[in-house]
């Protein structure tokens, strides 16, 4: 027996990459790249650092924030690798502030809530969905509103991306991962929406590590993984409470 | 007198029912939670992916990667858990926490809230406000009563950009407890020795008694 | 200071039930329940039960399946109390064949997958979103189609109910819980989508026993909570392998 | 000679790539797992809410609440997860699945699938199929290629109700495996023994060759 029209080799088997180089190889200029994080919390950040080295630029960066206090994102902003950003947050981020005056970036605010279901739509195979989110505001301006049971609702669509740069505590060689906390935030569903998910893990584990009950994102879901031992793990703002007693 | 932030925020702890599901916003809003009593089982909801957040941590404990929507480091309860945003938003959105308490620039008569931008300002994002605004089954609203410059924060009609349209129920503000209703602002109760005058001298909208 | 509109108490202390007739108390005539399992796999049977027990009729059953082999759902087959059935499989499931040919039952079925996305959307607060599945088929007749990116998709609405009868492995007094294994399926979807869920548990455990990152259900979607030791769990077909060797 | 079952499997078998993610339908199609290498890096999705479905189970070893859509019990590989039904089916919609293999009551010339339902007959219902036949990449078909009455199952066109139209690449039969082209069936392979007469004979529309 001959196959005529062989099927090519899946993309499911040896994602181990053994350096930020390798793992970041596939890059290309004009990419949509999401990365996982809230603020400074969870983010890749060796993914990060490596893709300004990595000298890719006119990216579109998706992701809650852009980094902060010169951290994080905050590099890609600097080295000027973006021209445009999708997020839900700017406050108190000063890089982004100086890009978005200086005119060099263009920013679409996106209602957090909205954000993330619009990628976990493209995760899931929905182009399109209503929410009550942002009707009556000027995140409804020029889309397609509509009632349901007596309330307006306002249409969004899914936000897909090429690459998704995610950060695990722990990921074993199918790309099966864990966070820690609130570390895991958007990252499970940035993994969904993108075409090739770069997994940057603390400790790669062997298969079979996990119970298969607390798999918080499954490999089917991740192309490439990476361990990286150390992180700085910034804190954005360290609040404490006093010792009572 | 007028109340200080910390006595807005004992009066907003009040308006919490026991067994309840709550989100603070960021600010003012975070103070509420040291004013509830810890038997009246409420959960406390934050839109990073938590449920059941507790108080900061004690120095030396502090984790950088369980920290609340503000960012600041915080801890989780027994019982609390964690998951990803699109959970967390669907919690918001499909009405499963009972109230938020959030912050303010401006809030209509009809209960219009506007709380993320000024027109002419910097633009400091959206974040959750508007998923809240618009999902969440209760909208408080804790903020000084006018501007720093004096101006009323309550108005006939806000004309800085909505968060959501006529989604505030009450607001509570260093001067007065005061309801959205039907017929426009309704006085629910005012601080110590504040007059009805002052309140309605101060408000950019009528305020009924 | 005085509360002139006090807030009622909410719903999420005090919920652990000792009894099925407890925890059942709520149901009404006429109600729309949604009932976690796949098949035999996962389902609350003692609630199952005692919802027969508890004489409520012109249910509205939403569920994958409605029992088979006599056991599970079948029970509310044969008592005649369901009106309507809303799910994706029906199968070798007699009573349900018997009762459709009898014509005693409205049945509405759904395309698996569409099911459990129309009761995710519920509990997302999400009215209706655009899925390409059923395209061209039956299920979209009389629905609206529409055309994204040059794929046609239709469109389905969000699916809710008053009761969902969840089955956990473990459950703590807030109602979070963890399912075993590919017992979890449709529940904790069904949890979001219900108006009152009541969860059944092998065993209730004290509130801090789980991980916070290993939470399935977080009890913020639980209003009911009762241990139930001894479960039956049916085998639907029992298939083995030879031992090699 | 045809192929029996067991070789429609193993052909089967070949069509899928090393490391591929595989969904394999009830009945015909679940005897495909059984004739691929082991290191072929292979993740079989079992839409009940598994990934990396391993064989049955040895006896005595059975899990009630370990099973695969056809609600056989199986087992979980090293690697394995259990999820929702929601993640699962997104997993599908969302073409994550890089091949499904099911069987077919009808398959038309342009690829139309038919696989739930037959006029007139019980109805089975819906299950998994048609969010598997719109949602996997690719759609591989094992069938008998006539049906117990000697009727063809390759047809110009299907006439029960479709499960998916425009879907099904490749069909494998006792007789053949045939593709869905531009420009209708398309013969890849006859049986050893099978003639391209018999193979057109049973076949509702024509095979190019």
Redesign the interface.
């Known amino acids: 027996m001959s196959i005529t029209s062989p099927v090519p080799a899946g993309r499911h088997r040896d994602k181990v990459r053994s350096s930020v180089e390798e793992a970041l190889e596939p890059l290309f200029d004009g990419a949509r790249i999401m990365v996982g994080g809230f603020g400074l919390c969870g983010n890749a950040e060796a993914l990060i650092e490596g893709v300004v080295r990595r000298g890719v630029r006119d990216l579109t960066l998706i992701s809650n924030n852009a980094g902060n206090l010169g951290k994080g994102l905050n590099a890609w902003l600097e080295a000027g690798i973006i021209r445009r950003f999708i997020g839900s947050y700017i406050g108190t981020n000063e890089a982004l502030h100086r890009a978005m005056a200086a005119g060099t970036l263009e920013v679409e605010i996106v209602p957090q809530g909205t954000f993330v279901e619009r990628m976990r739509a493209a995760g899931a195979g929905i182009p399109a969905f209503f929410t009550p989110t942002g009707v009556g505001t000027v995140v409804a301006e020029g889309k397609e509103t509509r009632e349901f049971d007596g309330r307006t609702f306002v249409m969004e669509r899914a936000l897909s991306a090429d690459f998704a740069l995610i950060r695990a505590r722990r990921a074993d060689a199918f790309g099966n991962a864990r966070f820690w906390r609130t570390a895991r935030n958007f990252s499970p569903i940035m993994a969904s929406a993108a075409h090739t998910t770069i997994v940057e893990c603390d400790e790669l584990v062997a298969l079979g590590t996990f119970d298969p009950d607390d798999v918080h994102l499954p490999g089917l879901f991740v192309h490439r993984v990476l361990e990286v031992k150390d992180h700085e793990d910034p804190f954005e703002y360290k609040t404490t409470r006093q010792r009572v007693g | 007198m007028a109340w200080t932030k910390e006595q807005m925020a004992a009066?907003a702890a009040?308006?919490?029912?026991?067994?309840?599901?709550v989100n603070l916003g960021i600010g003012l809003p975070t103070l509420v939670a040291d004013y509830l009593p810890a038997d009246l089982?409420?959960?406390f909801?934050?839109?990073?992916?938590?449920?059941?957040m507790g108080?900061?941590?004690?120095?030396g404990?502090?984790?950088?990667?369980?920290?609340n929507?503000?960012?600041?480091?915080?801890t989780?309860v027994?019982?609390?858990?964690?998951?990803?945003?699109?959970?967390s938003?669907?919690?918001?959105?499909?009405?499963?926490v009972?109230?938020a308490i959030l912050g303010a620039m401006q809030v209509g008569e009809n209960g219009d809230l506007a709380n993320w931008a000024i027109p002419g300002g910097?633009?400091?994002?959206?974040?959750?406000?508007?998923?809240l605004a618009?999902?969440a089954r209760?909208i408080l609203v804790m903020t000084q009563h006018v501007t720093n410059k004096g101006e009323p924060k309550l108005v006939a009609s806000c004309h800085y950009?909505?968060?959501?349209?006529?989604c505030v129920h009450r607001v509570i503000s260093e001067l007065a407890v005061i309801?959205v209703t039907e017929g426009g602002f309704s006085l629910?109760?005012l601080a110590p020795g504040v007059s009805l005058d002052e309140v309605r001298s101060k408000t950019g909208a009528a305020v009924r008694a």
Chains 1, 3 share one sequence.
């Open positions: 009066r009040l308006e919490i029912a026991p067994g309840s599901i089982g409420v959960w909801h934050s839109e990073n992916g938590l449920l059941g108080p900061f941590p004690l120095e404990e502090e984790d950088s990667q369980l920290i929507a503000g960012k600041q480091t915080v989780v027994p019982g609390g858990s964690t998951f990803d945003s699109a959970l938003f669907g919690m918001i959105r499909g009405g499963h009972d109230l910097k633009v400091m994002g959206i974040g959750g406000a508007m998923d618009s999902g209760r950009p909505l968060t959501a349209p006529r309801d629910v109760e």
